[in-house]
Nanobody, 123 residues
Framework: VQLVESGGGLAQPGGSLRLSCAAS????????MGWFRQAPGKEREFVAA????????YYADFVKGRFTISRDNAKNTLYLQMNNLKPEDTALYFC?????????????????WGQGTQVTVSS
């Protein structure tokens, strides 16, 4: 299993970024996927999750209305569209593969993780 995130970088407050996660080594369309983040000195936290077919999506309260998770099963790729970014969104963002097709916010229900892509929001 390999998960490779991309799309991070520096954004201004109020700006947008789109993260991608290229997946390989497993049947992508069969598993839920998630995005998590970790800021310096803080624990990893849930951001968003999507079920195998995209029918169920969950978001952390602090990103609702600003971030959108999506997937393209034909391209084996997971996305996170981030709008109206805030300085507190600064973190290392990880994609993760679920243990099943059901979307979940629980860290232990994810079994493979990418290396992360850095998002920095600053003026």
């Amino acid at each position: 299993v390999q998960l490779v995130e991309s799309g991070g970088g520096l954004a201004q407050p109020g700006g947008s970024l789109r993260l991608s996660c290229a997946a390989s080594g497993f049947t992508f369309r069969s598993y839920a996927m998630g995005w998590f983040r970790q800021a310096p000195g803080k624990e990893r936290e849930f951001v968003a999750a999507i079920s195998w077919g995209g029918y169920s999506r969950y978001y952390a309260d602090f990103v609702k209305g600003r971030f959108t998770i999506s997937r393209d099963n034909a391209k084996n790729t997971l996305y996170l569209q981030m709008n109206n970014l805030k300085p507190e969104d600064t973190a290392l963002y990880f994609c993760a593969k679920g243990r099943s097709g059901t979307a979940t916010m629980t860290v232990r229900e994810y079994d493979y993780w990418g290396q992360g892509t850095q998002v920095t929001v600053s003026s």
